[in-house]
């Protein structure tokens, strides 16, 4: 069974637009929602991540928003550019765990 | 200065052979980890040692064998390797729960 799931596989976007990566989770014993950012031939990095006391956490361009009654968590990027082009990853974990435990994976493609 | 290093970055190998991948972090972190990505990007984690410890060892074939010789280095072995086992490795250490350091990667490829 999928720890969590994210969604869209993929999406294009155009330069300037706000591109939204949802993902969802089961398990209420989460608290730590962190987004990973991954250009090709690279490792990923951590972009942001959340714990689940807050509702929104900003950091530049990037903002996670999150809803702990409805077990989903969303990246959203202002003002979308071609850099942004990566393939983007949530992830959760417990209190007290080592282990992270990704997503699927969004392919984001910003056009000029 | 690198964070967390891999070697190789490349490994083109015939099936049957053994290989092994180093990793070597110096941030001074306890944990490290080896994951899997397959050609569908999807990232599984393999094994995590912290402070020369096993502590997370996932359903991996046993053809795979972390070994960490000290907390800045864990190796990873595979044996008798098979066309399934190509994908991009990666290495990655943290300095506690969550966050955790990635590295750039090491691409199997299994003939």
């Known amino acids: 069974q999928q720890q969590v799931k994210q969604s869209p596989q993929s999406l294009i976007v155009q330069k300037g637009g706000i591109p939204i990566i949802n993902c969802a989770y089961e398990n209420t014993a989460f608290d730590y929602f962190p987004w990973y950012q991954q250009f090709p031939g690279k490792g990923p990095a951590l972009l942001i991540a959340i714990r689940p006391d807050v509702s929104e956490k900003k950091e530049g361009r990037f903002t996670i928003s999150f809803n702990k009654s409805a077990k989903q968590f969303s990246l959203h990027i202002m003002d979308s550019q071609p850099g942004d082009s990566a393939t983007y990853f949530c992830?959760?974990?417990?209190?007290?765990?080592?282990?992270?435990?990704f997503g699927k994976g969004t392919k984001l493609s910003v056009i000029p | 200065d690198t964070a967390v290093s891999q070697t190789p970055k490349y490994l083109v190998t015939q099936m049957g052979n053994d290989k092994s991948i180093k990793c070597e972090q110096n941030l001074g972190h306890d944990t490290m980890y080896w994951y899997k990505q397959d050609s569908k990007k999807f990232l599984k984690i393999m094994f995590s040692?912290?402070?020369?410890?096993?502590?997370i060892n996932e359903t991996v074939p046993n053809r795979f064998s972390p070994k960490s010789p000290d907390k800045a280095h864990l190796n990873l072995h595979i044996n008798s390797l098979e066309l399934g086992d190509s994908a991009v490795y990666f290495c990655a250490s943290s300095p506690g729960f969550h966050t955790q350091y990635f590295g750039p990667g090491t691409r199997l490829t299994v003939l």
């Open positions: 040692y912290n402070n020369k410890e096993l502590i």
């Open positions: 992830a959760v974990s417990r209190a007290g765990s080592y282990q992270l435990t």
